[in-house]
């Protein structure tokens, strides 16, 4: 006869924290489930190393709490008892293991957080909700700090976030005198520059990905399953930030909106992932920078700060927004775009160079760094009126580090301005100028980077014109656009409309670009 428990506690795929309190001492009345179900995998379709990502570490954080001593129930895609639903697995295991109460950490995630509300009203037996104790904010907090304000600037709550939790701080003053030092971080890579070589692991995680393709499941990019190079448990974590704080952070912050085609990673830290699914706390991250750049003389502030900037304040506000906002959030289409993706952006296969390249390491690597998502696709799709549900649903499935909470805001609102400015003061739209300025993509490509119509004119070039043209009742006022409208209307009439024919054209042609 099977024994008994008192408690059955659920953690989800990306609440792989050891820190928790929940673990600080075993109690053998307590019994954790970690499940893979198919409806994880289902709701859009994600890239190969993100389902076997988050199933790898979940599976190597289960195996980590029963050689703790934590009694464990794990839930394998293909095992004959699993019923493919949380609420379903969990009334099996409730009922088997006479369980008397319910306990989950909150989901990051609204359909999830909504999901077991749902589920234990439904139960017969006692239940709680604690938090994941991983986030330096909690969900209603951003909430709470602009409810008085007219406009909700980011920059004002990062230094609130600086002094509240004293990062950066001497005494009341930022250290080096100024809070952001943005400006000094967008440096392009130069030429016969010494790139330091990524670190990467070596897993073999071919059993899962025979059970991934035996599951059936759908997927999209691609996977040498004997080498699998993404941190998969807490230990591995650890070494890639110091890895990362040893050899690339003295250079990050110069170099962070840099692209270059030989170099899928450069000096970023590609610890979202572990972060994300809560391997890492974001307070040890920014403290490891803080510390690094005190007692180094090889990063100045600029690279500290623009790194603790993007964690301590753009990764809590932006789940600040989600938070606030949802679920209306994601319906929001303010510019009213409707355009379907091209299927280019499933294969990589088109004559922009900088497409291309970014599209491809997207499905080599389930990668890229933050702005080749902003100012590559994500620009593309914004001048070229693509349906941002399409756009959400495609960056939700194609990153490794992509969860609701955080890719949502930051595409629907950040890339494509869907949310009418809620998160962004403009839309984050460029021209062919503005890629070369910041990679050697266009040194490449078919097309040509200062023409603005003709057969080979860059299409970016064209098309950020048309967009401000078909927009400009609503950006004509933005102070921050106004000086951009008075460059188009210097523009010769002539000139104007050859533009916005070959725009058109573009736009007619899109999946022949």
Same mark, same amino acid.
């Given at each position: 006869m099977n024994r008994t428990y008192q408690t059955l506690r659920l953690i989800l795929g990306d609440q792989l924290n050891s820190q928790h309190s929940w673990l600080n001492s075993v109690d053998e009345g307590v019994l954790y489930v970690l499940m893979e179900i198919r409806p994880e995998s289902l709701y859009v379709t994600h890239h190969i190393q993100k389902i076997i990502g988050i199933f790898g570490a979940m599976r190597q954080f289960a195996s980590e709490l029963k050689a703790q001593g934590h009694p464990v129930v794990y839930v394998e895609i293909d095992a004959a008892e699993n019923q493919h639903s949380f609420e379903n697995n969990l009334n099996q295991l409730i009922a088997q293991y006479q369980v008397t109460k319910f306990e989950y950490q909150l989901p990051d995630e609204y359909r999830l957080d909504a999901l077991l509300k749902e589920y234990t009203q439904t139960l017969s037996i006692g239940y709680a909700a604690v938090d994941s104790e991983h986030f330096f904010t909690k969900r209603e907090d951003l909430t709470t700090f602009f409810q008085h304000k007219k406009t909700i600037v980011? $920059? /004002?709550? *990062?230094?609130?976030?600086?002094?509240?939790?004293?990062?950066?701080?001497?005494?009341d003053k930022?250290?080096?005198?100024?809070? /952001?030092?943005?400006?000094? /971080?967008?440096?392009?890579?130069?030429?016969?520059?010494? %790139?330091?070589?990524?670190?990467?692991?070596?897993?073999?995680?071919? =059993?899962?990905?025979?059970?991934?393709? =035996?599951?059936?499941?759908?997927?999209?990019?691609?996977?040498?399953?004997?080498?699998?190079?993404?941190?998969? #448990?807490? !230990?591995?974590?650890?070494?890639?930030? /110091?890895?990362?704080?040893?050899?690339?952070?003295?250079?990050?912050?110069?170099?962070?909106?840099? %692209?270059?085609?030989?170099?899928?990673?450069?000096?970023?830290?590609?610890?979202?992932?572990?972060? #994300?699914?809560?391997?890492?706390?974001?307070? $040890?991250?920014? !403290?490891?920078? $803080?510390?690094?750049?005190?007692?180094?003389?090889?990063?100045?502030?600029?690279?500290?700060?623009?790194?603790?900037?993007?964690?301590?304040?753009?990764?809590?506000?932006?789940?600040?927004?989600?938070?606030?906002?949802?679920?209306?959030?994601?319906?929001?289409?303010?510019?009213?775009?409707?355009?379907?993706?091209?299927?280019?952006?499933?294969?990589?296969?088109?004559? %922009?160079?900088?497409?291309?390249?970014?599209? !491809?390491?997207?499905?080599? *690597?389930?990668?890229?760094?933050?702005?080749?998502?902003?100012?590559?696709?994500?620009n593309f799709c914004l001048l070229t009126g693509i349906n941002p549900s399409e756009v959400d649903q495609w960056y939700l499935g194609i990153y490794i580090d992509a969860f609701e909470w955080v890719e949502l805001p930051n595409t629907r609102g950040m890339s494509q301005y869907a949310d009418g400015g809620i998160v962004a003061t403009k839309p984050y739209g460029a021209s062919a100028n503005y890629i070369d300025k910041m990679s050697n993509y266009c040194q490449s490509c078919y097309y040509h980077k200062k023409e603005k119509y003709g057969e080979r004119s860059c299409p970016f070039n064209s098309l950020y014109w048309h967009f401000l043209k078909r927009h400009q009742s609503n950006f004509i006022k933005n102070p921050r656009m106004s000086m951009i409208y008075r460059v188009w209307n210097k523009y010769a009439q002539e000139d104007q409309q050859l533009i916005l024919e070959q725009a058109s054209k573009y736009l007619n042609n899109l999946e022949q670009l």
């Open positions: 980011m $920059e /004002n709550f *990062y230094r609130s976030m600086r002094r509240k939790h004293h990062i950066l701080m001497d005494k930022p250290t080096g005198g100024k809070w /952001n030092y943005d400006q000094a /971080n967008r440096k392009k890579l130069p030429k016969k520059h010494a %790139m330091a070589t990524p670190f990467l692991f070596e897993h073999d995680v071919t =059993a899962i990905y025979e059970a991934v393709k =035996a599951a059936e499941l759908p997927y999209i990019g691609t996977i040498d399953s004997s080498y699998f190079i993404w941190p998969l #448990n807490r !230990q591995e974590a650890l070494v890639l930030l /110091n890895d990362f704080i040893d050899r690339l952070l003295p250079t990050f912050g110069l170099y962070q909106d840099a %692209m270059h085609s030989d170099y899928w990673s450069l000096y970023h830290s590609r610890l979202s992932f572990a972060l #994300n699914v809560k391997m890492l706390h974001p307070l $040890e991250i920014v !403290q490891a920078a $803080e510390t690094a750049y005190r007692q180094s003389d090889r990063i100045d502030i600029a690279q500290a700060e623009g790194f603790i900037r993007q964690i301590l304040g753009w990764r809590e506000f932006i789940r600040g927004i989600y938070w606030k906002e949802m679920p209306h959030y994601q319906t929001l289409n303010m510019l009213k775009a409707k355009r379907p993706l091209p299927a280019y952006f499933w294969t990589g296969r088109t004559k %922009m160079h900088c497409m291309r390249q970014s599209i !491809q390491q997207s499905l080599s *690597y389930s990668y890229a760094h933050h702005i080749q998502r902003l100012m590559i696709t994500g």
